[in-house]
């Protein structure tokens, strides 16, 4: 699905005010514009960056739950749950950007050889998923535009995301998903929100 830009504004509120809200003991309502994209189900990622630094990024790859519900979840498990870093304190939400991506349903890159997976990844476009075993990794499309990966790195990236050998993407028995996003950021704490261009 996707969103128009009152509704990416309403969303990214929304998300920050799930945060607020935890912390002030009241629950957000949700927003009328998006009554019917949050009935539907779909993958979505929050993510907050402090001072231009990943503050926490957690969501659902899947569209396994309806988007209202993966939103606040998302909100929540971004600011409390990362383990990458300590839960967000209620002072720090003046310094905190939010950002929503809303992905498309990860699609399967079929390749007859591994070497082939670079030149079927797209740096700008595709979001990248992982996996080899019972092991799965996520990075977001805007993750190697803003490290400057070429698409090869990106995939080495991706695999150690995984917790897998950066090379496994090479290996008998790996696969790899791409998807896309749209995504909607404050330019600032609290600040204009718009839809933000990967490339």
Known sequence: M????????????????????YFGGTKPKRPDSLKAAFSEKGGVFVTRHKGGDLRGCIGFPE?????GDA?????L????????FPQVEADEMEDIVVEVSLLT??????????????????????????QSGYSRGLLLPQVPVEQGWDSKTFLCHTCTKAGLPSDEWTKKGFKLYSFTAQIFSEDSPRGRISERPIS
């Open 105 to 130: 349903k990860p699609e399967l890159v079929q390749a007859a050889d591994p070497r082939e997976y670079p030149a079927r990844v797209k740096v700008g476009r595709d979001g990248l998923i992982a």
């Open 63 to 67: 569209p396994v739950i309806n988007l």
């Open 71 to 75: 939103v606040e979840q998302a909100a």
């Open 77 to 84: 498990s971004a600011a409390l749950e990362d383990p990458r």
């Open 2 to 21: 996707a969103l128009q830009a009152k509704q990416g504004e309403d969303i990214v509120k929304y998300a920050r005010s799930v945060i607020e809200g």
